[in-house]
């Protein structure tokens, strides 16, 4: 997650995986802007512009530049997204997968802090994710997702790190599925923390 406030304050969301083979791409499986909580990028921020937890909004932007490509840029600000709640600090919340990807997790350059995995799993949970081109008997199981420690292991501590999604890695949870990577961590900074 990527905090924005109306006074102009804006951090890059920057999302960057590199084919290992010529297939695949960065899928987007979910973004929203604004507020859904009032602990998350909280650190440092008056109690009264997190109080309004019901104002998020679908972030299409993020679907638009980032889906089909190996690394995009977005900028989490008020002016890119519709404003859903003026006068509440704002992130954004971006989540995405995909299997044929060796996985890059950081901080950004500008920030400095090191990176805290909060989950990693591996296996297939939906038929939907990364599912392009793939054919349906592959992404039928979708009792398949396996907790994956190792991520941790190897990226907590970090400002950077990168993890390859693939069965020879990790314990294949559903032989003959499809299976993506879906890592949920944070970078722990200075003064704030931001969520990816």
Same mark, same amino acid.
């Given at each position: 997650m990527?905090?924005?406030?109306a006074q102009n304050r804006s &951090? $890059? #969301?920057l999302l960057h995986q590199e084919a290992d083979e010529e297939t695949g791409s960065i899928t987007v499986t979910s973004a929203k802007y604004g507020?859904?909580?009032? +602990? +998350?990028?909280?650190?440092g921020i008056p109690y009264d512009q997190t109080m309004d937890t019901d104002c998020t909004t679908r972030a299409d932007l !993020?679907?638009? &530049? %980032?889906?089909? @490509?190996s690394m %995009? #840029? !977005? #900028?989490? &600000?008020?002016? #890119?997204?519709?404003?859903? %709640? !003026? *006068?509440?600090? @704002?992130y954004l919340e971006v989540k995405y997968v995909c299997e044929v990807?060796?996985?890059f997790f950081f901080c950004l350059p500008t920030e400095t802090g090191s990176i805290t995995v909060t989950s990693a799993k591996y296996g297939r949970s939906d038929r939907t994710t990364c599912s392009d081109g793939i054919p349906d008997n592959q992404t039928d199981d979708t009792d398949c997702k396996k907790e994956i420690y190792e991520v941790g $292991? &190897?990226?907590? *501590? @970090?400002s950077a790190c990168a993890i390859?999604?693939?069965t020879s890695v990790f314990r294949d949870p559903c032989v003959g599925t499809y299976k993506y990577l879906e890592v949920k961590y944070f970078c722990q900074c200075e003064f704030m923390v931001y969520f990816h």
């Open positions: 990527f905090p924005s406030h &951090r $890059r #969301l507020r859904s909580d009032q +602990t +998350t990028c909280s650190n !993020v679907f638009e &530049r %980032c889906n089909g @490509k %995009c #840029l !977005v #900028l989490a &600000r008020s002016s #890119l997204f519709r404003d859903p %709640c !003026v *006068g509440t600090y @704002k990807f060796q996985h $292991r &190897r990226c907590n *501590g @970090k390859f999604a693939s």
